[in-house]
């Protein structure tokens, strides 16, 4: 060892020292003495590193607590952190989808807090189950005659599936084998339940004589998949779900649909695109239909399923149930959510996700208003910033072809150079509350149809963003 790297080792404080410096009592307090410790020694071993490859000293040695500071605020950061959904996309999966309405973070807060009756029935009636109460109030919404809650959607398809006709044939539309998102596809979801995948018709094309000369002694669903997340435009032809259903009865096969989203709610009523309605497809005599709770419904991560009371029954009874079963979090705050359903009035101002696809372009466009003097006073420099008229998207497999005329904040570079767009948006989603946005036509777009927190915002592109 080299003299020099003597005294350098030498000039390393101990541990010991570094607890008793008074710079390191906030973060004893803050962090606890022994992830203070940890970290301490992670950074002694990394300065040790630094003497015998580079024979310095790193240059935060100069400061041990603010060092040992940055690494815990790095560390220390949630799994999910708060940010600005400037997408344009209202129910994005990769940002969580719905935002719940106060009166389901209310809920879901007490059966966090308190012990609540999840299966446990105060008149002593034993009725069973944890979803009973909410699927009362389900029937109530749907007129179906009972229902089944599970972790999501795609559990909700498999269950069914797997519960009404593993080792049997299920006949799918060729036009309906729909992939959700990369892990989620109907001809591997048929796989995972057992079942044996009939598809009947063409891509573009489906009668009801398809199916029929499909059914066979082995067949145990007709299934039908909501294209949720695409549109086959042109010489098209799909068979109507009350048709399936005459064919189910003559037959004796029960018919299911994979709604994917659905509303219970008729969107066209709130000037917005028609979705399919659960309640429609239970009047037409479907026997089952499964639909998200974070979609269109607007509350939280669940699949729901409503049907015939047998049926239901099977779902209930089968072991997959148990192991899809949604917590006491998730029912309370879905039952809220439907609770707010039964007041139809209250409902786009309470729910968020319908308030914000229900925004008008001229409200958006005052928020832009207000907010684009301040944004372009600290960009101009670099940037042209305007008001853009844009197009917002529903999202999550939701109504796909259709887009909602929105208004965004847009920052272009005067440079023109990629380069600067890209370090615009990479500092952008480096902020303490990181904001979304998209890059596109040389531009970067803060679409500001999900924004209700507009002060929030600007602090954080005014004070927080580095010039
Ligand atoms: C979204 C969707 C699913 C999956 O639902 P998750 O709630 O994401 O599990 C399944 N089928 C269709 C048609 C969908 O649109």
Same mark, same amino acid.
């Given at each position: 060892?080299?003299?020099?790297?003597?005294?350098?080792?030498?000039?390393?404080?101990?541990?010991?020292?570094?607890?008793?410096?008074?710079?390191?009592?906030?973060?004893?307090?803050?962090?606890?003495?022994?992830?203070?410790?940890?970290?301490?020694?992670?950074?002694?071993?990394?300065?040790?590193?630094?003497?015998?490859?580079?024979?310095?000293?790193?240059?935060?040695?100069?400061?041990?607590?603010?060092?040992?500071?940055?690494?815990?605020?790095?560390?220390?950061?949630?799994?999910?952190?708060?940010?600005?959904?400037?997408?344009?996309?209202?129910?994005?999966?990769?940002?969580?989808?719905?935002?719940?309405?106060?009166?389901?973070?209310?809920?879901?807060?007490?059966?966090?807090?308190?012990?609540?009756?999840?299966?446990?029935?105060?008149?002593?009636?034993?009725?069973?189950?944890?979803?009973?109460?909410?699927?009362?109030?389900?029937?109530?919404?749907?007129?179906?005659?009972?229902?089944?809650?599970?972790?999501?959607?795609?559990?909700?398809?498999?269950?069914?599936?797997?519960?009404?006709?593993?080792?049997?044939?299920?006949?799918?539309?060729?036009?309906?084998?729909?992939?959700?998102?990369?892990?989620?596809?109907?001809?591997?979801?048929?796989?995972?339940?057992?079942?044996?995948?009939?598809?009947?018709?063409?891509?573009?094309?489906?009668?009801?004589?398809?199916?029929?000369?499909?059914?066979?002694?082995?067949?145990?669903?007709?299934?039908?998949?909501?294209?949720?997340?695409?549109?086959?435009?042109?010489?098209?032809?799909?068979?109507?779900?009350?048709?399936?259903?005459?064919?189910?009865?003559?037959?004796?096969?029960?018919?299911?649909?994979?709604?994917?989203?659905?509303?219970?709610?008729?969107?066209?009523?709130?000037?917005?695109?028609?979705?399919?309605?659960?309640?429609?497809?239970?009047?037409?005599?479907?026997?089952?239909?499964?639909?998200?709770?974070?979609?269109?419904?607007?509350?939280?991560?669940?699949?729901?399923?409503?049907?015939?009371?047998?049926?239901?029954?099977?779902?209930?009874?089968?072991? !997959?149930?148990?192991? %899809? /079963? +949604?917590?006491?979090?998730?029912?309370?705050? @879905?039952? #809220?959510? &439907? =609770?707010?359903?039964?007041?139809?009035?209250?409902?786009?101002?309470?729910?968020?996700?319908?308030?914000?696809?229900?925004?008008?372009?001229?409200?958006?466009?005052?928020?832009?208003?207000?907010?684009?003097?301040?944004?372009?006073?600290?960009?101009?420099?670099?940037?042209?910033?305007?008001?853009?008229?844009?197009?917002?998207?529903?999202?999550?497999?939701?109504?796909?072809?259709?887009?909602?005329?929105?208004?965004?904040?847009?920052?272009?570079?005067?440079?023109?150079?990629?380069?600067?767009?890209?370090?615009?948006?990479?500092?952008?989603?480096?902020?303490?509350?990181?904001?979304?946005?998209?890059?596109?036509?040389?531009? !970067?777009?803060?679409? %500001? /149809? +999900?924004?209700?927190?507009?002060?929030?915002? @600007?602090? #954080?592109? &005014? =004070?927080?963003?580095?010039?």
């Amino acid at each position: 060892m080299s003299a020099d790297s003597q005294t350098l080792y030498s000039q390393l404080p101990s541990v010991d020292t570094l607890l008793r410096d008074e710079t390191f009592q906030p973060l004893l307090e803050n962090y606890g003495a022994q992830l203070v410790t940890q970290t301490l020694r992670r950074l002694q071993q990394q300065a040790r590193d630094s003497i015998r490859v580079q024979q310095q000293l790193p240059a935060w040695c100069e400061n041990w607590a603010l060092a040992v500071d940055h690494q815990l605020s790095l560390s220390q950061k949630d799994a999910l952190q708060q940010v600005f959904n400037l997408t344009g996309t209202v129910l994005h999966t990769n940002l969580g989808r719905a935002l719940l309405a106060e009166q389901a973070i209310d809920a879901s807060v007490m059966a966090m807090r308190h012990s609540v009756t999840l299966e446990y029935d105060l008149d002593g009636a034993g009725r069973g189950h944890r979803d009973r109460a909410i699927a009362d109030r389900l029937c109530e919404l749907t007129g179906a005659e009972d229902a089944c809650i599970v972790n999501n959607n795609a559990a909700a398809v498999l269950l069914m599936l797997a519960a009404l006709a593993s080792h049997k044939q299920v006949i799918v539309s060729r036009g309906e084998l729909v992939e959700i998102g990369g892990a989620f596809r109907i001809p591997d979801v048929m796989l995972q339940a057992g079942c044996e995948l009939t598809e009947v018709g063409t891509t573009n094309r489906t009668h009801l004589k398809d199916y029929r000369q499909a059914i066979n002694e082995n067949t145990a669903l007709l299934m039908k998949v909501h294209t949720s997340n695409y549109a086959i435009q042109g010489f098209t032809s799909a068979v109507e779900e009350a048709e399936l259903v005459t064919l189910g009865r003559e037959t004796g096969v029960p018919v299911i649909t994979d709604l994917g989203s659905g509303s219970l709610i008729d969107m066209a009523a709130y000037g917005l695109p028609a979705e399919p309605m659960p309640q429609k497809l239970i009047a037409d005599g479907v026997d089952l239909v499964s639909f998200s709770g974070d979609k269109l419904l607007g509350g939280p991560q669940a699949g729901i399923i409503v049907g015939k009371r047998a049926l239901i029954e099977q779902l209930q009874n089968h072991p !997959l149930k148990r192991a %899809l /079963r +949604c917590g006491k979090m998730t029912l309370a705050a @879905l039952d #809220a959510t &439907l =609770q707010l359903y039964q007041q139809p009035e209250k409902l786009a101002q309470a729910l968020p996700t319908l308030r914000h696809m229900t925004r008008t372009e001229a409200e958006i466009h005052a928020c832009a208003e207000r907010l684009l003097p301040p944004l372009q006073q600290r960009f101009a420099k670099q940037f042209n910033v305007s008001i853009t008229p844009c197009q917002s998207q529903i999202g999550s497999g939701s109504l796909p072809v259709d887009r909602l005329p929105s208004i965004a904040i847009t920052l272009m570079p005067h440079s023109g150079k990629g380069g600067e767009l890209e370090a615009l948006s990479q500092q952008c989603r480096a902020l303490s509350r990181p904001v979304i946005g998209r890059i596109s036509e040389g531009k !970067l777009w803060l679409d %500001l /149809r +999900c924004l209700e927190d507009e002060k929030g915002l @600007l602090h #954080a592109l &005014l =004070q927080e963003l580095r010039p």
